[in-house]
């Protein structure tokens, strides 16, 4: 494969909790700092969801809070892209890689700042072999969203296999700073630690 350069830049979103409106009831204060605890827009539960999955130590719980970052990112908020991400998912099942390679041209085109767009095909272009598209695409991923641990996780690979052993270990470790608990990621740089440690002897 032919060489890559990557440059991506780690900007942690962050974000104010909205602040809930004051009980009626004076002698019950913990009750509106409980419901202004529950974050109220995506971003604030994105944001909720990474800082329990760094401290989480279960690899099983962590998996759950990883499920849900997921399906925060699905929702696009436009019904029409999400309707053509279906469609899209269903042309790949029915190995039709074209077809689906156009739907998600569309989503991009109608929601450029829509995440998961972006990630599913370079999902795409890297099952079809188009490697520099989908690095492209993952760049873009990343560029939007850096705590995007399946787009790092498809970088890494990517990387290790163009023999770029050293940038896929440091993409590994951005995996595991995010995401700590995923047993996966810790093998794949503990292999990937070793081999650089056998080339340099």
């Known amino acids: 494969m032919p060489a890559m350069r990557i440059f991506v830049t780690l900007i942690l979103a962050s974000s104010a909790l909205v602040a809930s409106a004051a009980a009626e009831e004076p002698l019950l204060p913990a009750q509106p700092q409980t419901e202004a605890a529950s974050p109220a827009t995506p971003q604030q539960r994105l944001n909720a969801l990474f800082t329990d999955l760094k401290r989480e130590r279960d690899e099983e719980k962590a998996r759950e809070l ?3 970052i997921r399906l925060e990112w699905q929702d696009s908020g436009s019904a ?3 309707l053509l991400m279906q469609w899209a998912e269903k042309a790949i099942a029915g190995e039709k890689k074209t077809m689906a390679l156009d739907m998600l041209d569309q989503v991009i085109v109608l929601a450029p700042n829509y995440v998961e767009g972006w990630n599913r095909r370079a999902t795409l272009h890297y099952q079809m072999g188009n490697f520099r598209k989908s690095m492209s695409d993952i760049n873009r991923v990343l560029a939007l969203e850096p705590r995007h641990f399946g787009a ?3 970088m890494a690979t990517m990387l290790e296999a163009a023999g770029k052993n050293e940038l896929a270990l440091r993409a590994w470790q951005q995996f595991l700073d ?4 995923d ?3 810790q093998e794949q740089l503990g292999e990937l630690s070793e081999k650089l440690a056998g080339s340099r002897t």
């Open 80 to 82: 029409t892209v999400n």
């Open 66 to 68: 990883a499920n849900r």
């Open 152 to 154: 790092i996780a498809g």
């Open 183 to 185: 047993r996966k990621a």
């Open 178 to 181: 995010i995401y700590p608990s």
